[in-house]
């Protein structure tokens, strides 16, 4: 079936979609002719490793392009264990879709010919976008999406060139590459974001907080809700960042980490349907608007399965997944894509950061009756040695119960709430459902009642009445009115004050520990709003129930206490 | 409501179950009188800590007992707190259904009293299972269920006591007890099981022997499949184990770990329904056979949401999610009890083990038509620092594709993947669902596609004809007609050679790495069975993608590879 210039599949990009797409359909078909044209030098490499590479954490680049048994992910070893034929330094330049063939330009001899394809995929992944201010053109000031990006900024780290570094963008990349720069290498770091908040698309500003805090208290020099206005060299051939109203700042290095778009200049001039989004559209088997041409990885626009709108979603692990789909589809044994949930980790500094679904404000904006609660929790029992905290959000729809969105933010274990989350999401699941959660018990791991089965509890209260206040409430001051009750013990309050004590222009406050409140009532003013704080939260609950039946009437309860504050 | 000798709610039992329906009960109804009356002088200790308190890891019992703000959790928190009374040293001995009293015993003073109750709920959880041998009456052969076994117990270990120690059954307690024994305190361990491995009631033999080979691995002396006829006191005053066909062994400290079974008496005594498992039988809200009597925790029998079977499974976990039931029932808003999916995690020195759901054996004894993978797998990307690596089972039934458990083991993060597989258990999944899991991706936690999808692959491929072995065969001497093709690079197999290679009685084996087998088919007799074996189980798959192709008819993949060897 092969000939020099035609193939049953083609396959356009190299990274992650396409060589999945082309190693499935060579399992499912193996007499079928299968070739990858890769435009860069390597392929298959770890692009999200790259940050771990950049921080030192990963010795050397070959541990993205080798196997876990060391051998490189080469044209020879797809040749050779996966059965297909990938090309690199080959530009995929035309497609010409009535006679299904398409112009390949070497880029090293400049040399074109035409390759026929029965079935085409284009993988062509995502490109940094083009920043809305000038920027000189210096290798030290770049992006940071492929390998070269890395090693440029690595060999330069390692050689002690860069003092000082700036990143310009906080969302993934940037926020990884903050932990790249500071940690091993000791670079002082500055990180703008344009937004009042780091990941600012995908995560609520009190859990984005959380990692902006912890980035702080690592020495980096956060600048949110600022307007970079221009990237030049100076005098002595540095760059230099103009940031609107401030002074400039002088560095080494810059990051432009203002996100990727859809890599579509091949699809659009080649007249495949390109969504609102600006990604390439696609059906739910992957296929473009030509049947006989599938797209899938970062270059596709993908449906939220709780909105059901299109989004754009750039991950290494759908593209994993698109090339699946597509390779079982063009094998006719197909099962749909369902769209995804917008899952995702990330590491700053000793936090691990994360979420699934959606956020309280793109749940408000796509319509659902919305409400939010909090909380904090240890990720094994308090006894139990090396147990770490994490805060939780979680939003949901009031309406039908609905479980929306998980945020989670700590040094605990959040990974396997998210992934357990996202479960419960793509089965539509509601807050009863969540109570019903059997999670693995055993203290070196978890406690008797895992922190989802809390939420759900804290949920199902929050509709029966009980009023929770975000954690970014803490500090807010234009409420003179109110009574800030902090139930906790006194040591504890001495030990981790809540930032407004001190704060004369604050509400004021009043300290009484849980288990005296209940002799205590008569010195609370039944006439003023109370905000109950404590660690995590669990005891301000208990406070709101004993207040309650106590016949207060203005009681709110702070959710995630203290430690959401850290 | 409250008078001295009648209560709204009376509780037996304070350890979990109890405690969490009074709490739950008092906050939803604080107006309500509610009473627990608990046996022993300890209230709500973290039963599932006593180990890790009696290995060292917790420093003080006292841990065990407090919140995590450190208030001890007695009859005073209870009241002030969580608003109940909570009485200790009291032992409920009779109950009065018609006139709606019991009689309570008060241990220390003989007192007895009437106390009157609108519902009472039972929680007087589980005992220690009889030994079926006969047991000389000494304080250091005893069980290990209550604090005081643990405090016995760490009190000797301490002041070195204890050089050597025999733990009879390696079920949940005997398997966490080879830890305390062995780790801190440095005892000359044994432990003695009557069935052919370790958990023999919740893991298949090919998972358990990965703990089992941990255990010997951290020099516990294991005995499988041996009676214990006696244990004795020899002339020395120190214990004597029996064990038929073996030489006695001599010890300074016994554990009976046999298991627990329901604390029932009061029930059965008065007329409550028992069920086949000999545990309290209850309805979905947890009533017993007379409505006024809810019961909970580990002393009823729970629905096997699977299988739709009775079972009995004491787990502190579900004892708090009866308590929740309950009071919501009692309250007028409650939700069913589903049953149980069998969720577990057990920490074995360095080694994590869990599962959920069925194994192949009572998946088989349910009348499944059952199918088995394996797989092992790195928690993290290879190339990222302190990734560990672990091993999969997955059950599922062939005919529906549904779901039927998972079997995990190894020191990477199991935890993850099981709480993951329990929420598409509670969904009646198919492997087809867990194609669709999005999970949090990022180098520093995951790789690109989890595990769970590969698992769904593999099961994918099986239904279409590729067939695995359990890693256990491995060591199957008894087809000498078979060839062992190992796919692996030349260094791996140095390094970590299989049992059988040296083995002259052993089958036939060949050793040709992945990369170099599509040009070397012509050194395989074709006409002979053919068992594939790698690390971890993927190349083995490509090897027999290739070997399927070029015509190559009976074909075996040897399932998590020889990492589910180690």
Not at 102 to 113: D, H, N, R, S, W
Not at 200 to 214: G, Q, S, T
Not at 383 to 391: A, G, L, N, R, V
Request: proline share 5%; with cysteine.
């Amino acid at each position: 079936m092969t000939d020099g210039n035609k193939s049953d599949y083609v396959i356009i990009g190299g990274v992650a979609a396409g060589p999945k797409t082309a190693a499935t359909l060579a399992r499912r078909q193996p007499r079928a002719s299968i070739t990858l044209f890769q435009k860069e030098d390597l392929l298959s490499y770890g692009t999200c490793g790259l940050p771990w590479f950049a921080s030192g954490d990963i010795t050397s680049l070959q541990e993205l392009l080798t196997t876990s048994y060391d051998i490189v992910r080469d044209a020879e070893f797809f040749e050779t264990v996966k059965g297909f034929k990938a090309v690199t330094g080959a530009e995929v330049i035309a497609i010409d879709r009535e006679r299904k063939t398409i112009q390949v330009k070497m880029l090293k001899t400049g040399e074109t010919f035409e390759h026929g394809y029965d079935k085409l995929v284009i993988t062509t992944g995502a490109v940094p976008k083009i920043p809305p201010f000038p920027v000189a053109d210096n290798p030290v000031i770049r992006s940071f999406t492929r390998p070269y990006d890395a090693v440029n900024f690595r060999k330069m780290a390692q050689t002690g060139q860069i003092e000082k570094a700036v990143i310009i963008g906080g969302g993934f990349i940037g926020s990884e590459l903050m932990g790249a720069c500071a940690e091993l290498w000791g670079i002082e770091t500055t990180l703008i974001e344009t937004e009042n908040q780091f990941l600012p698309f995908v995560l609520d500003p009190e859990i984005a907080a959380i990692a902006e805090r912890e980035a702080r208290r690592n020495d980096i020099n956060t600048i949110t809700g600022a307007m970079v206005e221009k990237v030049d060299i100076d005098n002595d051939g540095k760059p230099i960042v103009y940031v609107q109203n401030q002074d400039p700042i002088s560095t080494d290095y810059v990051f432009l980490c203002l996100g990727v778009q859809p890599n579509v200049t091949l699809a659009k001039n080649y007249g495949l349907d390109i969504g609102k989004t600006g990604a390439i559209s696609v059906n739910e088997y992957m296929q473009t608007s030509d049947p006989n041409i599938y797209a899938g990885g970062d270059c596709i626009e993908t449906k939220n399965r709780l909105t059901g709108e299109k989004f754009f979603i750039p991950m290494g692990s759908l593209a994993n997944r698109h090339g699946r789909i597509i390779a079982d589809h063009i094998a006719g044994i197909g099962q749909p894509f369902p769209g995804a949930l917008g899952a995702f980790l990330i590491k700053i500094f000793d936090m691990n950061i994360g979420a699934v679904g959606l956020s309280e404000k793109t749940a408000k904006d796509s319509g659902f009756n919305v409400a939010a609660i909090w909380g904090s929790f240890p990720d094994k029992p308090d006894y139990y040695p090396e147990s770490s905290t994490f805060t939780l959000k979680m939003v949901y729809d009031q309406n039908s119960r609905r479980l929306l969105g998980l945020q989670a933010a700590g040094k605990g274990d959040i990974c396997r709430r998210i992934d357990v989350f996202s479960v419960y999401l793509q089965n539509n699941a509601t807050i009863d459902d969540l109570l019903d959660f059997e999670h693995g018990y055993a203290p070196p791991y978890s406690e008797a009642l895992d922190p989802l089965h809390h939420l759900a509890g804290i949920a199902r209260a929050q509709l029966e009445g009980f009023e929770f206040i975000s954690p970014a409430n803490c500090t807010n001051k234009n409420n003179s009115q109110a009574i800030w009750l902090d139930v906790r013990e006194a040591g504890e309050v001495d030990a981790e004050p809540v930032l407004s004590y001190s704060d004369k222009s604050a509400p004021q406050t009043l300290v009484i520990p849980l288990k005296e409140l209940r002799s205590r009532l008569n010195e609370i003013d039944r006439s003023r709003e109370i905000t109950i704080i404590c660690r995590r939260g669990v005891r301000s609950y208990q406070a709101a129930v004993i207040l309650r039946a106590a016949g207060f009437k203005n009681v709110k309860i702070t959710g995630g206490g203290v430690q959401a504050l850290q």
